[in-house]
Every structure is written in structure tokens, then in C-alpha cells.
């Protein structure tokens, strides 16, 4: 009993930690038409602010993994926390894009620290009847994190724009005084050490090479639809509230509502109607249609007016990415067999490529016309929901081949 109310304690104070790290990663999307205003920056600036996030995440995660192993995942989980405080504090008093770049970057190096270390720490606590429960506990903190990120600093919004990120800065000092104060360190299974260590061994080539020969893998298609959704919705989400802002006039709370909004209605159909839809349609033809009412609803943001249609569209739009993103992580995983964290490590690869290129796109797109970023991302999704329904057909014909095949006799 103490054992298993020492582990849930554990878990509990990594999931706060994650949450607050997501949560501030989102603080900056409501806010960020005021600080395009008061510091006199582009579209195209912010478009490159988003995407150094994800830069340093993607160059610092493998390195952070190793070093978890290395120093220890609560060490690691604390100065992952305590640069992440820092890089808030400098995103609150920056006066300059310098400031903001080098908060941004900073702030990729801290979930690049946390996230693995949490990761492993969680694994080290659970045995493997208990692992699935403990990484759903950890992915929707993540989750919540991202849903509550926007709500939050759009409405702390009100008591000043740079209110939100003092207030994290804050928060992220507090959780690492009680992670290192109260959170013991954690030892692997000796069956996960020989386990690691055989994973680390085979994937010490680089990620460039690992990305490079990922054309061969049987599920290189289902990576694509990771980029283009992550390009998709990266190039979406960095550009609505210049969007709106511009075109509209709406404030940062009027934002906050309808992202937040939107997320937990995906939120919410991911926890009780995910798994119905996969069974009683299939990951191919679910993936298919959600990229073609992503693409759709995406370019209706360009005819719509008013609140409540723009809010209506959003909704529809966040709820076709909420289904998709599952649905892809499940189809990979089907197809990945005995190559589990290899193909995780790709799905996230590719997932960071695509929040690097479509913000900067979508940044210097916005500064040519405002409506350029959404066509482009419709243009793209749709073009991917051809290419789906070409690999379904595809998957179709190899299956019958395979069925008129005649059996061998044993």
C-alpha cells in the first residue's frame, strides 16, 4: 500500500510538471498579435519565433534522453524546469525580438529536458501491467496542458500581456523547489537497462540518417501524414489569432475561448468516442476523412464572419486534427510490429519538422496576404487526402492479390 501510494505521489508531481511546461508552451498564442504591436514585428518573425521552439526541441531531445541516463531523470527533470522558468521570465520582459528568440530557444531546451526524463521516470515506476496507465496519465497532462495553455494566458491576458508569462515563470520556480525536495530519484528494472541499452545501440545513427532511409519503412506514408498534419495545424494555429486579430478585431480572451474550446471538445471525443470510431470505421478511412475536413474547414475560415461562424469552422477544424493525430500514432503502430520506440522517435521527428517549416511558412505567407497561409494549408491537407485514398486502394489490391493466392499445403 505505501509503495503504491509513493508511486502515485511520484506520478501525480511529474504530471504537474509536464502541465505546466504545455501549458506555457500555449500561454503564447492569444497574445501574440499584442506583442506583434508593441514590439512593431512581422508575421513572418512570429512565424520563426514558433518554429525555434520546436528547432531546439527536435536537436536537443536525443541528447537530453542520453543524459537522463546518464545524470538521472529527477536532476534532469529539475533544470528542465528551472530553464523553462527562466525562459518565461525573459519572454515577460522581453523588449526586442533578440529576447524573444532566445526565450523561445530556451523554452525548446527545457520540454527537450523534461519530456524524456518524465518519460523514463515513469517508466522506471510502473511495471509493465501498469506502464499504458502511466504514460495515459503523463499524455493527458500533456493534453491539458495544450488545452488550457491558450484559456490561460488569454484571459491573465487581461491584467496585462506580460502577466502570463511572469506567472509561469513563477510556477516553473515552485515545481522544481518540490520535485527536488520531495521527488526521489527513480532506478530502472534491470530488465529495463538491458532493454535500453539494446535500444540505444540500435539507434545510434544519427536522426538526419534515421530520417534520410525512412522512405524504406513500411510505414513512411503514414510519417507523411504526420509532417503535412503537423505543418498543417502548426501553420493553422500560428497564424489564427493574427488572423482574426487582423481581420476581425477580436481580443486575446476572444481567442483563448474559442481555441480552448475547441481543444476540449477534441479532447473530450479522443477520451470516450476515439476507440468506437477506430472499430467501427478503420484507421485508413477515419485518416482519410479527417484530412478532408481539416482541408475544407480550414479555406471556410476565409469566407466566414462573425464570432460564431469563425468559432463553428474552428471547432470543426480542431476536432478533424484531435481524431487524426490518434488515428495516424495507431495505424504506425500497427504497422511497426517489433520496432516500437524506433517509430515513436520518427513519429515525433517528423512531428517537430512539421511545427518548424509550417510556422515560418505561414509567418512570411501571413505578410503577404493573410488568406495565403489557409489556402496553402488546405491545398495541402486535400492533396494529402488524394494521396490516402491512392494507398488505400493500393493496400485493397495487394490484399485480394494475396487472397486468390493459393494456399500451401503444410
Known amino acids: 500500500m505505501a509503495l503504491l501510494l509513493k508511486k502515485q505521489g511520484a506520478l501525480l508531481i511529474l504530471m504537474f510538471n509536464i502541465?505546466?511546461?504545455?501549458?506555457?508552451?500555449?500561454?503564447?498564442?492569444?497574445?501574440?498579435?499584442?506583442?506583434?504591436?508593441?514590439?512593431?514585428?512581422?508575421?513572418?518573425?512570429?512565424?520563426?519565433?514558433?518554429?525555434?521552439?520546436?528547432?531546439?526541441?527536435?536537436?536537443?531531445?536525443?541528447?537530453?534522453?542520453?543524459?537522463?541516463?546518464?545524470?538521472?531523470?529527477?536532476?534532469?527533470?529539475?533544470?528542465?524546469?528551472?530553464?523553462?522558468?527562466?525562459?518565461?521570465?525573459?519572454?515577460?520582459?522581453?523588449?526586442?525580438?533578440v529576447?524573444?528568440?532566445?526565450?523561445?530557444?530556451?523554452?525548446?531546451?527545457?520540454?527537450?529536458?523534461?519530456?524524456p526524463a518524465v518519460m523514463a521516470y515513469s517508466a522506471d515506476i510502473t511495471t509493465k501491467e501498469e506502464r499504458a496507465a502511466g504514460m495515459g496519465y503523463i499524455t493527458a497532462a500533456i493534453t491539458t496542458g495544450f488545452i488550457i495553455g491558450p484559456g490561460i494566458g488569454g484571459y491573465i491576458a487581461e491584467f496585462g500581456i506580460r502577466v502570463p508569462?511572469?506567472?509561469?515563470?513563477?510556477?516553473?520556480?515552485?515545481a522544481a523547489c518540490i520535485t527536488f525536495l520531495i521527488l526521489k530519484e527513480s532506478q530502472p528494472t534491470e530488465e529495463e537497462s538491458l532493454s535500453d541499452s539494446y535500444s540505444s545501440e540500435k539507434q545510434r545513427s544519427s536522426l538526419l540518417s534515421q530520417l534520410m532511409y525512412s522512405y524504406?519503412?513500411?510505414?513512411?506514408?503514414?510519417?507523411?501524414?504526420?509532417?503535412?498534419?503537423?505543418?498543417?495545424?502548426?501553420?493553422?494555429?500560428?497564424?489564427?489569432?493574427?488572423?482574426?486579430?487582423?481581420?476581425f478585431g477580436f481580443e486575446p480572451k476572444d481567442i483563448a475561448f474559442i481555441i480552448t474550446f475547441g481543444s476540449i471538445a477534441g479532447a473530450v471525443v479522443q477520451l470516450t468516442a476515439f476507440s468506437w470510431i477506430m472499430n467501427r470505421f478503420g484507421e485508413k478511412r477515419v485518416i482519410s476523412v479527417c484530412l478532408l475536413f481539416a482541408?475544407?474547414?480550414?479555406?471556410?475560415?476565409?469566407?466566414?464572419?462573425?464570432?460564431?461562424?469563425?468559432?463553428?469552422?474552428?471547432?470543426?477544424?480542431?476536432?478533424?486534427?484531435?481524431?487524426?493525430?490518434?488515428?495516424?500514432?495507431?495505424?504506425?503502430?500497427?504497422?511497426?510490429?517489433?520496432?516500437?520506440?524506433?517509430?515513436?522517435?520518427?513519429?515525433?521527428?517528423?512531428?517537430?519538422?512539421?511545427?518548424?517549416?509550417?510556422?515560418?511558412?505561414?509567418?512570411?505567407?501571413?505578410?503577404?496576404?493573410?488568406?495565403?497561409?489557409?489556402?496553402?494549408?488546405?491545398?495541402?491537407?486535400?492533396?494529402?487526402?488524394v494521396l490516402s485514398l491512392g494507398v488505400k486502394k493500393r493496400n485493397l489490391k495487394d490484399a485480394n492479390a494475396a487472397s486468390r493466392q493459393p494456399s500451401i499445403p503444410g
Open 19 to 97: 502541465f505546466l511546461v504545455f501549458t506555457g508552451i500555449g500561454l503564447v498564442i492569444p497574445i501574440m498579435p499584442k506583442y506583434m504591436e508593441s514590439l512593431g514585428i512581422t508575421g513572418g518573425t512570429i512565424g520563426l519565433l514558433v518554429a525555434a521552439f520546436s528547432l531546439t526541441q527536435l536537436l536537443f531531445s536525443p541528447v537530453a534522453g542520453r543524459w537522463a541516463d546518464l545524470f538521472g531523470r529527477k536532476r534532469i527533470i529539475v533544470i528542465g524546469l528551472v530553464v523553462f522558468a527562466i525562459s518565461e521570465a525573459m519572454f515577460g520582459i522581453a523588449n526586442s525580438p
Open 99 to 115: 529576447l524573444l528568440f532566445a526565450s523561445r530557444l530556451l523554452g525548446g531546451i527545457s520540454a527537450a529536458l523534461i519530456m
Open 165 to 174: 508569462f511572469y506567472s509561469a515563470a513563477i510556477a516553473g520556480m515552485i
Open 216 to 247: 524504406r519503412e513500411p510505414y513512411f506514408f503514414s510519417l507523411i501524414i504526420v509532417f503535412v498534419m503537423s505543418f498543417g495545424l502548426a501553420n493553422f494555429e500560428t497564424v489564427f489569432s493574427l488572423f482574426v486579430d487582423h481581420k
Open 295 to 385: 482541408g475544407l474547414f480550414i479555406v471556410l475560415t476565409l469566407f466566414v464572419h462573425g464570432f460564431w461562424m469563425i468559432f463553428a469552422v474552428t471547432f470543426i477544424v480542431f476536432l478533424a486534427i484531435d481524431i487524426l493525430r490518434p488515428a495516424i500514432s495507431t495505424q504506425m503502430s500497427m504497422l511497426a510490429k517489433d520496432q516500437q520506440g524506433y517509430v515513436a522517435g520518427l513519429n515525433s521527428a517528423f512531428t517537430s519538422l512539421g511545427n518548424i517549416a509550417g510556422p515560418i511558412v505561414a509567418g512570411f505567407l501571413f505578410d503577404v496576404d493573410i488568406n495565403y497561409p489557409y489556402a496553402l494549408a488546405c491545398m495541402i491537407l486535400l492533396i494529402c487526402f
